[in-house]
């Protein structure tokens, strides 16, 4: 069993910055990707970074050029380095795995961020 354990979250003022690490143990068989995804309140949860096995990134627009994910693949570990934070990226942050041959979705428990004005 893959397990995701987030950490790094919490409360900053607009135009900080901070960095979430997530840490995956367990069996991983085939990874296929990393990532970062958010909830804010009340909204749906979304897309915020993904790295590949391939080391191919993507961003959502809201993010680019703030945001860098980045892979530690030794120690099974994404980074999220977040910068020029502004108050709706305010969310909880889940960690996100993807690996297997009909791909499985596995998930952490999720780090609050809050950007204050």
């Known amino acids: 069993q893959v397990q995701l354990v987030e950490s790094g979250g919490g409360l900053v003022q607009a135009g900080g910055s901070l960095r979430l690490s997530c840490a995956a143990s367990?069996?991983?068989?085939?990874?296929?990707?990393m990532g970062w995804y958010r909830q804010p309140p009340g909204k749906q949860r979304e897309l915020v970074a993904r790295?590949?096995?391939?080391?191919?990134?993507n961003y959502a627009d809201s993010v680019k050029d703030r945001f860098t994910i980045s892979r530690d693949n030794a120690k099974n570990t994404v980074f999220l380095q977040m910068h020029s934070l502004k108050p709706e990226d305010t969310a909880v942050y889940y960690c996100?795995?993807?690996?297997?041959?009909?791909?499985?979705?596995?998930w952490g428990q999720g780090t609050q961020v809050t950007v204050s004005s």
């Open positions: 790295i590949t096995s391939g080391e191919e990134t």
């Open positions: 367990g069996f991983i068989f085939r990874l296929k990707a």
């Open positions: 996100n795995l993807v690996a297997g041959v009909s791909p499985t979705n596995y």
